[in-house]
């Protein structure tokens, strides 16, 4: 999607897609990486997600990255946080505690203020962006985390003609495709979540399903 998509609906206030809550299949599935406290956690797209407060609560260190100056400044104010800011080619930079974010474009970063991330989280990343962008996410800023770098990988599938993304479906046989050149994808779970999800029942969705997997970069 365009840049002036995303600032917009953040502008007003059009965010159906931010989560209230931390999401449970993280909390399930994130012990199974087995990172050391004080790892450092990339969050692409990361909006103002719960998340990443959760992650730090865990002993990690967070990186994320969110074009909205909105979604930024909302993130810390929620959290009755006073961030320090400091600008680099990246963006602005606000750190509060174990959390940077980083507003600026994600496809911008590059490989040097990415290099100790030991893991990634993209809960609403892959499936945020258009088939013609998803190659530059993974080809790109994906291939720009280090050698060993774990994380997760939370998609949504359904059937993409009974709606118009974002949020896209992303299936199995793509992220597989997708990932094979420098990832380990490993399937941990896949739940049907329509019925916790009427907002897409009502635009037309038939059946809908999560998928988190396990990814590891060779390496």
């Known amino acids: 999607m365009e840049h002036g998509f995303w600032l917009e609906r953040w502008r007003d206030g059009r965010t159906g897609f931010h989560q209230p809550l931390v999401s449970p ?28 407060a959760w992650l730090a609560e865990q002993g990690h260190a967070v990186l994320g990255v969110e074009l909205s100056p909105v979604a930024v400044r909302q993130f810390f104010a929620d959290h009755g946080w006073q961030p320090r800011l400091h600008e680099s080619r990246y963006g602005t930079h606000y750190s ?17 203020v ?8 993209d809960r609403a990343a892959l499936i945020a962006l258009p088939p013609a962008m998803r190659a530059g996410y993974v080809d790109g ?14 998609t949504l599938e359904y059937a993409q003609s009974e709606m118009d993304g974002p949020p896209f ?12 050149g420098s990832w380990d994808v490993a399937l941990r779970e896949r739940l049907d979540i329509l019925a916790q999800e009427p907002g897409f029942a009502a635009r037309g969705v038939s059946s ?10 060779w390496g």
């Open 25 to 52: 299949l993280l909390q399930k599935h994130w012990p199974q990486l087995g990172l050391a406290r004080g790892s450092k956690v990339f969050v692409p797209l990361a909006g103002k997600s719960l998340d990443m």
């Open 96 to 112: 509060a505690g174990a959390i940077e974010l980083i507003c600026g474009d994600a496809f911008g970063l590059d490989a040097a």
């Open 114 to 121: 990415l290099a100790d991330c030991a893991a990634v989280y």
């Open 141 to 154: 800023l994906m291939a720009r985390l280090p050698a060993g770098c774990r994380g997760l990988l939370l």
């Open 169 to 180: 479906a992303v299936l199995e046989p793509e992220v597989r495709a997708r990932y094979a």
């Open 208 to 217: 809908m399903a999560t998928a988190v997997y396990g990814l590891q970069r």
